[in-house]
């Protein structure tokens, strides 16, 4: 490799949990720079969350982030004229990035009426282990299980 590896950059806890976890959250969560109106949507969800189950709201969130968070993906590999699904480990931040996505990308596609009710409705399906972004976390899963054959060509 010619170029050093990029640093990383610092990312400054929320203001309200003091969490750096919520602010990459909604950072994943923000669209074009909007980072004021994407804090508002995510703790409008919280409120939501907590409101409903009765429990803290935050804590139900990062179980609902863990419960859809991969351990494993599938990559291509072309070997010899046929392509094959590899199986192979995710490393942490990649892991929790791809759950923050898949929760993020499945409530923008409800159909609640404001972007916090959506979020709200998939955490709390996150949490109960149903929901969108878990049934592909477990498709992720069986997928990696069937080809668990191919997982010696691992580069």
């Known amino acids: 490799m010619r170029k050093s590896r990029p640093k990383k950059r610092i990312i400054l806890p929320d203001p309200r949990f003091n969490d750096v976890l919520v602010t990459k959250f ?83 596609k409800r159909h609640e009426k404001s972007m916090g009710q959506k979020l709200a409705a998939e955490i709390m399906a996150a949490y109960k282990e149903e929901g969108s972004a878990f049934k592909k976390k477990e498709d992720t899963h069986r997928m990696a299980e069937a080809n668990k054959a191919f997982s010696h060509f691992r580069f």
């Not at 950072?27 to 919280?46: C, H, P, R, S, V």
């Not at 599938?74 to 480990?89: H, K, L, M, N, W």
């Open 26 to 108: 909604v950072n994943n969560l923000m669209l074009q720079g909007k980072k004021t109106l994407a804090f508002d949507i995510f703790y409008e969800a919280i409120d939501i969350v907590s409101e409903k189950t009765g429990e803290d709201g935050l804590e139900v969130w990062k179980k609902g982030l863990t419960n859809v968070t991969p351990a494993v993906e599938v990559r291509s590999r072309r070997i010899g004229g046929a392509t094959f699904q590899i199986p192979s480990e995710i490393r942490p931040s990649r892991k929790s990035s791809i759950g923050m996505k898949n929760l993020i990308g499945f409530s923008r």
